[in-house]
């Protein structure tokens, strides 16, 4: 995000839920489904389905790791 503008969070509206994933087990991050990853943060309102279709701020994703990362349960 930081790339992409804006340079603080402060400027973006706050989520009423979070959610943090953690891996059921220790081991390397090996592939994503980006596009159910993408079409679920469409249905939260992160994306549009249509072009009239509003954008909620609010909602979005954050993600903590990268392909080949090693990840751990602690």
Do not use: W
């Amino acid at each position: 995000l930081v790339r992409q503008g804006p340079t603080s969070y402060d400027r973006l509206p706050r989520a009423q839920h979070s959610h943090t994933i953690h891996p059921k087990a220790s081991g390397r991050l090996l592939k994503m489904n980006t596009e159910q990853i993408g079409l679920a943060l469409i249905e939260l309102g992160a994306g549009r389905k249509k072009t009239t279709d509003k954008i909620d701020f609010s909602s979005g994703l954050e993600v903590l790791c990268r392909i080949g990362d090693e990840l751990t349960t602690d």
